[in-house]
Nanobody, 131 residues
């Protein structure tokens, strides 16, 4: 089944930057067709969407990280990225990448789901700590 492996997390001081990567494999579908997203879950909090991307690369970014975080993907490498700049302590969380094939009868992802429940495939997470 689909596998997602995140990397790039770590500890950083406020104002610093990190770049998360997520390699997706064993798809069964062409990678470019998938809806993809980054989510995070802080201690004692619910998992929330950080950013999602359509098949054509068009991104949607949460208001809380807009202007600081950028989501992108490389279809040739089956890899999803999250560039995080100007990090704040409130960005501290476990970060997860998620993938979901497009709905039946739809060739590509036009409207990425916004809630965790709508994604069936998840990575193991990578911790980001900002102090």
């Amino acid at each position: 089944h689909v596998q997602l492996v995140e990397s790039g997390g770590g500890s950083v001081q406020a104002g610093g930057s990190l770049r998360l990567s997520c390699v997706v494999s064993r798809l069964g579908y062409t990678y470019s067709r998938f809806c993809l997203g980054w989510f995070r879950q802080g201690a004692g909090k619910e998992r929330e969407a950080v950013a999602t991307v359509r098949s054509d690369g068009s991104p949607t970014v949460a208001d809380s990280v807009k202007g600081r975080f950028t989501i992108s993907k490389d279809n040739a490498k089956n890899t999803l990225y999250l560039q995080m700049n100007s990090l704040k302590p409130e960005d501290t969380a476990m970060y997860y990448c998620a993938a979901e094939p497009p709905p039946p009868g739809v060739w590509s992802c036009l409207l990425p789901p916004k809630t965790p429940d709508e994604y069936n495939y998840w990575g193991q997470g990578t911790q980001v700590t900002v102090s």
